[in-house]
């Protein structure tokens, strides 16, 4: 049986107290003075690859066109997000590239008053092609997934990918002057042991490798110990080829959830490491996510979600997005708590989320 892609709605609510006070950038500061300045948005919950982490084996089910948010009411949430001080957007999926009008999109988006600037996660395929176009409508950046670069391992992981068509991707993507970094799901047994080779490739291409430590959502159903690689694994295993590491001071601006690392005898040399799990970053964390149909996740690690696409469709003015924008980011919690197994555990899924 297919899941529900995502779970029913469950709004955690501000803590008591909250009084509905509306100042920008402090309806963005959580109860844990995290202020909430970058705000990630799937644009669809489709994808043209099935990666074996991201995807349950039985699929998910997805939203029907109608159920998505339209070009129109993105905008509209956008702004308000911008009007309360998000200054930087991430454009995420599934893939994000298969939404139609995409080019479009980012345009609009990245003409919000007050957006600085959109970047995107993708997984590379259509990013030949699209390149160009992107760049031409104001994208600033792209993330893109690559697992391994072994061609065979590359399709078995993504249900069928074509790692010689990523690649050029991403060559693309730098020739169009997109500001690329490369992300890898760091797993047991599939990839472990080309973590220095995946670095020599990013850095053969002037880039940073950034591995991530797999999660788990949906409540434990795809994650296994046996498939994780710690932060310090991973550190380890990088250590082992190109010898001492350091910690990188270099300053990223907006500060995404990646720590850096360099190699003591070649500082130009960097990876990244987000790491969830075992040196979790919840006391940082500056961000929320949009769904595609419009549910705001202050946390990835719960269901907790408000759905601000029914505010725009019930006639809601923007002070009542601006309310219910502020009552999701005051009801976000402390931390994660995917260690956690059963109830409680989220049972959302990474591809619906958009990492
Ligand atoms: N389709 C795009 C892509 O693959 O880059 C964007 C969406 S994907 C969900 C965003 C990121 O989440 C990717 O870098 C992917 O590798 C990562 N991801 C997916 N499932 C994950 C999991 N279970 N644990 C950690 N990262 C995961
Ligand atoms: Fe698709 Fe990205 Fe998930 Fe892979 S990680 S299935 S490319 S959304």
Redesign the pocket.
């Known amino acids: 049986m297919r899941r529900p892609l995502l779970p029913v709605v469950v709004d955690a609510g501000p803590p008591a107290g909250f009084d509905g006070k509306l100042t920008p950038g402090e309806a963005l500061r959580d109860r844990f003075a995290r202020s909430i300045r970058y705000l990630r948005v799937s644009v669809t919950d489709r994808?043209n690859?099935a990666?074996t982490?991201?995807v349950p084996d039985d699929g998910v089910e997805h939203k029907r066109k109608a159920e998505l948010c339209t070009f129109e009411e993105l905008e509209r949430i956008v702004a308000v997000f911008a009007d309360l001080g998000v200054r930087r957007l991430r454009l995420?999926?599934?893939?994000?590239t298969v939404r139609a009008g995409f080019v479009e999109l980012v345009a609009r988006l990245r003409r919000v008053p007050g957006i600085g600037e959109v970047v995107m996660?993708?997984?590379g395929h259509r990013l030949a092609e699209l390149a160009g176009p992107l760049a031409a409508a104001g994208l600033a950046g792209a993330?893109?997934?690559i697992?391994t670069l072994d061609p065979t391992r590359f399709a078995e992981l993504t249900s069928g990918g074509d790692l010689a068509r990523v690649v050029d991707g991403i060559d693309a993507a730098s020739a169009a002057g997109l500001a690329i970094k490369l992300?890898?799901?760091a797993l047991a047994g599939v990839n472990e042991h080309e973590l220095a080779a995946l670095c020599e490739f990013a850095w053969q291409r002037g880039l940073v490798m950034r591995f991530?430590?797999?999660?788990?959502?949906s409540s434990g159903d795809?994650y296994s110990a046996r498939r994780e690689l710690s932060a310090s694994t991973i550190r380890a295993a990088v250590s082992e080829v190109f010898g001492l590491l350091e910690p990188s001071p270099v300053d990223r601006g907006i500060a995404g959830p990646a720590r850096y690392w360099r190699l003591a005898a070649r500082p130009e040399r960097e990876f990244g490491i987000i790491s969830?799990m075992t040196e979790h970053f919840c006391a940082a964390c500056n961000r929320v996510r949009l769904t595609a149909d419009g549910q705001l996740h202050a946390c990835l690690g719960h269901d907790d979600a408000v759905s601000l696409r029914d505010v725009v469709r019930n006639g809601g003015r923007d002070d009542d997005l601006r309310r219910a924008i502020a009552w999701s980011v005051q009801g976000k919690r402390e931390g994660h708590e995917f260690q956690r197994s059963g109830e409680g555990a989220p049972t959302k899924h990474?591809?619906a989320?958009?990492?």
């Open positions: 994808c690859f990666c982490y991201c995420t999926g599934g893939e994000p996660t993708t997984n993330n893109v997934s697992d992300n890898a799901v991530i430590e797999h999660m788990p959502l795809l969830a990474m591809i989320m958009g990492g």
